[in-house]
């Protein structure tokens, strides 16, 4: 799914919404018993009309032992083709190894997206963006507590903060139809800053619902002339309720964010 | 294996060998067709002798398919408990999403230590150091190219480059009996000052071999009184040859190599 593609799908949802795939079996449903494929399934399809994009994240697919990854593929397949599907996995190494990472996640799990520390630098990013028809999402400024030990640190002669230095470096190796920026919503006050930094660039932005940050202040100074914003819920949609009625309220959970963000295009789309 | 557990290995191999493991069925000998858990057991086997620790890079096994992660665990009960196994996986997430991949690494594929990379900060680094008996490796100066693209952008206050903020705030975080650091070899001119920020941490170091770095100034500069240093070959022995020969020769890199650490440690070892 390219840029544009993207855009017409949140234009015709009035929706930016990604929904988080990370499943833990002890918050499942007991009746389901362990049955992961089933409870994303089910979330799935209660789910699937009100938003754009799925994050299935990596590490609790690797926590459910050595079949997860199986149950990943299954997980991608069953999305199917009209949503961007995104492997939140962090990965990033040297570059014959971030090579492998990117096979992985594009060839064999069948994801179209996959986002990236950036730590190791350019060469470590650089064979995810080789593959045509594919996004790296990197992190820029994450949603959580421990954001602020590095990601804020100055440097001596730009004074640029270093989330900043990571996104003006990246936007050289990456363009905005196969780049997109990790930016935490847990820092709404930082988005006008972040817009400046990269126009045109899609942020992926977690930390609404458990973490606690604030969509309207996101939306109002993160969204573009494309949008440019998937914004994520995890937690919040695919625990709604612990009982039979799991999927129901996903679908409900999904649905109020839906509304919210059909008014903030409404409201915030140039 | 605890600190002074790896530093008895050291002393009785006279080698701080790692020996990393990242299968590419390409440059694998044609008559093992693919059999890539037979590659490993014959790298071990040949190996064993020379090395203290084992380094399965995550992603090679990723790449296989969806039974990697099956034949990354394979390997590492084959390795058994007289080496120290290492899932280099430069892993990193929020709280919730890091313990998922600690009990990935730990309960399922059964290392004794993960390689972890250090943008997002304390707790994605703190539930790794929360499983007792286990070792978190923390990026701090790599071995590659990219790693000159923001760890050593030095900040505006404490003048301090990015690796040196991360080794100093990680250290408060990690005992030298917990917590090691990824210095590449690429950058020996570094080691003296590395020492000097941490002066008790064993480093990981990668980079001698295919990536051109120097063990003996590695040594000089880094070595301290329980040794401190795994240093890793990969390719430099996996691939040593890619004949029938290639255990044997395989073997015989890992004794050259071993043979100079001997050598170094007779040299360096205060």
């Known amino acids: 799914m390219n840029r544009s593609e993207l855009f017409d799908a949140i ?14 079996i002890d918050r499942m449903p007991d009746y389901l018993e362990g049955d992961v494929l089933g409870f994303n399934k089910s979330i ?4 699937r009309d009100y938003c754009v994009a799925y994050k299935p994240n990596t590490a609790f697919y690797e926590a459910l032992g050595l079949d997860g990854l199986t149950i990943l593929k299954e997980t991608i397949d069953y999305i199917g083709d009209d949503h961007l ?5 962090k990965r990033g190494d040297i570059g014959n190894t971030s090579r492998q990472y990117a096979r992985a ?18 060469d470590s990013v650089q064979p995810f963006l080789d593959f045509p028809g594919k996004w790296v999402i990197l992190l ?7 954001s602020q030990d590095f990601q804020l640190m100055r440097d001596q002669n730009s004074q640029q903060p270093l989330y900043e230095t990571v996104m003006r470096k990246a936007a050289e190796w990456g363009s905005p ?6 930016c935490g919503a847990t820092h709404p006050e930082y988005f ?5 930094i990269v126009p045109d ?10 973490q606690g940050g604030d969509l309207q202040a996101v939306c109002r100074h993160g969204m573009n002339d494309h949008c440019g914003l998937l914004v994520n819920s995890s937690r919040g949609i695919i625990y709604a309720s612990d009982g039979e009625d799991f999927a129901e309220a996903a679908g409900v959970a999904a649905k109020v964010l839906q509304v919210k963000m059909e008014g903030a295009l409404a409201t915030f789309l140039p």
Request: proline letters at 4%; glycine letters at 8%.
């Open 201 to 210: 660039h899609f942020f992926l932005v977690p930390g609404i619902g458990a």
């Open 85 to 89: 599907v995104i492997a939140d996995a």
């Open 140 to 146: 820029a400024l994450t949603s959580n507590v421990g």
């Open 192 to 196: 006008a800053e972040l817009r400046k």
């Open 177 to 182: 139809d196969q780049l997109m920026y990790v």
């Open 44 to 47: 799935i399809d209660a789910t």
């Open 11 to 24: 234009k015709r949802k009035k929706s930016f919404l990604c929904v988080g795939l990370d499943p833990v």
């Open 105 to 122: 996640a594009f060839e064999i799990w069948g994801a179209d997206a996959i986002t990236i520390a950036p730590y190791m630098g350019s």
